[in-house]
T-cell receptor, first 114, second 114 residues
Framework: GESVGLHLPTLSVQEGDNSIINCAYS??????FIWYKQESGKGPQFIID?????DKRQGQRVTVLLNKTVKHLSLQIAATQPGDSAVYFC?????????????FGKGITLSVRP | DGGITQSPKYLFRKEGQNVTLSCEQN?????MYWYRQDPGQGLRLIYY???????QKGDIAEGYSVSREKKESFPLTVTSAQKNPTAFYLC?????????????FGNGTRLTVT
């Protein structure tokens, strides 16, 4: 079937290298951000999140950096593996309380070369 | 093993027919959501529900309907009024409604209408 990754920008990296995936968000008042990974034919999978009172958060092989000054979010993947090949997209929380909602970016396709 | 189950994985319908997509969760989450994903685009919110017997329109609710009779279940009906129903449909849930907690997604239903 048709992939959700069609028509998206692609980042190609060599296996074993580090990957940096960038996301520009739109609302300076957004206070919560999430990175998702989506493999072909599957639903998005939570990777890591960060709140606006932090500028860096680390997980297993992944790091998220938040630069509120320029409204920029990045996901760093260390020692990229073939299993990391997927579409990655960021989401930002806009609004407050029960009226807040996540807005999703279009995504970037990560392709890992063996 | 908690999660969200969407069925069927693939669905084919003739134009003019209504079709219902199933979504069941056993995460004990209050909030549930339906998103539509088209190639090269971000997720767009169709409907969401923060509690049983309550649901709200999202950004693209026209041509869709939902029900929330049980906490675990949030079926989506794509009606004949939806002008462009062919898409990948994703169901999600979160502990509470609002965008400051991560969404957990099912693996989607790909609907093709001819």
């Amino acid at each position: 079937g048709e992939s959700v990754g069609l028509h998206l920008p692609t980042l190609s990296v060599q296996e074993g290298d580090n990957s940096i995936i960038n996301c520009a968000y739109s609302n300076s008042a957004s206070d919560y951000f999430i990175w998702y990974k989506q493999e072909s034919g599957k639903g998005p999978q939570f990777i890591i999140d960060i709140r606006s009172n932090m500028d860096k958060r680390q997980g297993q092989r992944v790091t998220v950096l938040l630069n509120k000054t320029v409204k920029h979010l990045s996901l760093q993947i260390a020692a990229t593996q073939p299993g990391d090949s997927a579409v990655y997209f960021c989401a930002e929380n806009m609004g407050t309380g029960a009226n807040s909602k996540l807005t999703f970016g279009k995504g970037i396709t990560l392709s890992v070369r063996p | 093993d908690g999660g969200i189950t969407q069925s069927p994985k693939y669905l084919f319908r003739k134009e003019g027919q209504n079709v219902t997509l199933s979504c069941e969760q056993n995460l004990n989450h209050d909030a549930m959501y339906w998103y539509r994903q088209d190639p090269g685009q971000g997720l767009r919110l169709i409907y969401y529900s923060q509690i049983v017997n309550d649901f709200q329109k999202g950004d693209i609710a026209e041509g869709y309907s939902v029900s929330r009779e049980k906490k675990e279940s949030f079926p989506l009906t794509v009606t004949s009024a939806q002008k462009n129903p062919t898409a990948f449909y994703l169901c999600a849930s979160s502990i509470v409604v609002g965008g400051d907690s991560p969404l957990h997604f099912g693996n989607g239903t790909r609907l093709t209408v001819t």
